[in-house]
């Protein structure tokens, strides 16, 4: 079965650098949602969309974006990253809210 | 104090061996719960999807959830060295926005 899609899986960014992470959800899939997870921690949420509409907002910081196209996949925008961004960010799928979500093998971003 | 609470463990059991993992969780708004399987470094893994009290079994899996006490479990039958891994319980259903709130994780590990 088709799992959820993530790139690029590893990325290494210099300090205030721009990093885009992308997300393609399981097909059908119209809710997305972004978790960073440090290590030794549990995941966090950051943000979600649901039908394309931002639809719940965690502690994501002001130097990150992110959307959902009309196609359900979704990027999310670091700017200006600091060294306390370097964590394994995980895209999650599911068809609507509350139900199962399924996450995508990750990315690892490196700020050097 | 965290919204939800898991012993982070590490347990460790032999092989065949019947395992307990529980958590604890204080918002009684949380509806929706569920259970993952992490390996090192990667994404999380679906194992259990529950919404209601009472068990749920799924093969060597049974997810159990006491919405009175705030306390569910997952029970692994028959525990294979494949089964070592970090646990982490997921739970959703405050805001109605999918939003998944996780346990610390327990890290467990099952000895040949």
């Known amino acids: 079965a088709a799992g959820v899609i993530q790139s690029p899986r590893h990325l290494i960014k210099e300090k205030r650098e721009t990093a885009t992470l992308k997300c393609y959800p399981i097909?059908?899939?119209?809710?997305v949602y972004w978790y960073q997870q440090g290590p030794g921690q549990d995941p966090q949420f950051l943000i979600s969309?649901?039908?394309?509409?931002?639809?719940d907002k965690g502690s994501i910081p002001d130097r990150f974006s992110a959307q959902q196209f009309s196609d359900y996949h979704s990027e999310l925008n670091m700017s200006s990253l600091e060294l306390g961004d370097s964590a394994l960010y995980f895209c999650?799928?599911?068809?609507?809210?509350?139900?199962?979500?399924?996450f995508g093998p990750g990315t690892r971003l490196t700020v050097l | 104090q965290k919204e939800v609470e898991q012993d982070p463990g590490p347990l460790s059991v032999p092989e065949g061996a019947i395992v307990s993992l529980n958590c604890t969780y204080s918002?009684?708004?949380?509806?929706?719960f569920m259970w993952y399987r992490q390996y090192s470094r990667k994404g999380p893994e679906l194992l259990m999807y529950?919404?209601?009290?009472g068990n749920k079994e799924d093969g060597r899996f049974t997810a159990q959830v006491d919405k009175s006490s705030k306390y569910i479990s997952l029970f692994i039958r028959d525990s294979q060295p494949s089964d070592s891994a970090t646990y982490l319980c997921?739970?959703?259903?405050?805001?109605?926005?999918?939003?998944?709130?996780f346990g610390q994780g327990t890290t467990l590990q099952v000895k040949p």
């Open positions: 918002n009684s708004a949380f509806q929706y």
């Open positions: 097909p059908r899939h119209d809710t």
């Open positions: 529950t919404y209601s009290s």
């Open positions: 999650a799928s599911s068809l609507g809210l509350n139900n199962e979500q399924f």
């Open positions: 969309f649901y039908e394309k509409m931002q639809s």
């Open positions: 997921a739970m959703t259903g405050s805001g109605n926005t999918g939003k998944l709130i």
